[in-house]
T-cell receptor, first 112, second 112 residues
Framework: DADVTQTPRNRITKTGKRIMLECSQT?????MYWYRQDPGLGLRLIYY???????NKGEISDGYSVSRQAQAKFSLSLESAIPNQTALYFC???????????FGQGTRLTVV | GQQVMQIPQYQHVQEGEDFTTYCNSS?????IQWYKQRPGGHPVFLIQ?????EVKKQKRLTFQFGEAKKNSSLHITATQTTDVGTYFC????????????FGTGTKLQVIP
């Protein structure tokens, strides 16, 4: 969905490097999420935010941090990347009422 | 914590055959959603079921929500190559935090 934009779309980084994945949305939703997808494991929630002042850990937050810079912007950081963080990362949003989730195009991250 | 499992993990079918994926939650869900992710794409919302025992159809796709609201199924009649992708179920977190837990997904391959 072009309404949720992730940058970069692909990234290769070295072990130990700091990396930031960025997400912006034009849907006007307060709720934003970062998910990680690995084969056979589905979509696992890393962090979520229900408004600019609200940040919550998801199922697998260790090794990650986030920043909600504005209603429309939610970034995910890997402070010191490790190879098992190689995965497909999705940013997503949802409206205040209801649970339908709108995903960005994804960022494929490879840590070597 | 809440777990949402799907079976099978993978399914290969001949074009024209039927396909079913099953979703099981460890907790009662207020509603269930289904998403489809095409190869190389991002998950896209298909439908939401709310009522116990509810059945909804979208052309060749039939969605069911179990009587106990802990399981759901997606059935595709006469598969086509355009059905290829990964299908996820998802449900609101039982902790009442208004976030969605995704299932492990079923990857469907259709052989022409």
């Amino acid at each position: 969905d072009a309404d949720v934009t992730q940058t970069p779309r692909n990234r290769i980084t070295k072990t130990g490097k700091r990396i930031m994945l960025e997400c912006s949305q034009t849907k006007g939703h307060d709720r934003m999420y970062w998910y990680r997808q690995d084969p056979g494991l589905g979509l696992r929630l890393i962090y979520y935010s229900f408004d600019v002042k609200d940040i919550n850990k998801g199922e697998i937050s260790d090794g990650y941090s986030v920043s909600r810079q504005a209603q429309a912007k939610f970034s995910l950081s890997l402070e010191s990347a490790i190879p098992n963080q190689t995965a497909l990362y999705f940013c997503a949003t949802s409206p205040d009422r209801g649970f339908q989730v709108f995903f960005g195009q994804g960022t494929r991250l490879t840590v070597v | 914590g809440q777990q949402v499992m799907q079976i099978p993990q993978y399914q290969h079918v001949q074009e024209g055959e039927d396909f079913t994926t099953y979703c099981n939650s460890s907790t009662t869900l207020s509603n269930i959603q289904w998403y489809k992710q095409r190869p190389g794409g991002h998950p896209v919302f298909l439908i939401q079921l709310v009522k116990s025992g509810e059945v909804k159809k979208q052309k060749r796709l039939t969605f069911q929500f179990g009587e106990a609201k802990k399981n759901s199924s997606l059935h595709i009649t006469a598969t086509q190559t355009t059905d290829v992708g990964t299908y996820f179920c998802a449900g609101p977190h039982s902790g009442g935090y208004q976030k969605v837990t995704f299932g492990t997904g079923t990857k469907l391959q259709v052989i022409p």
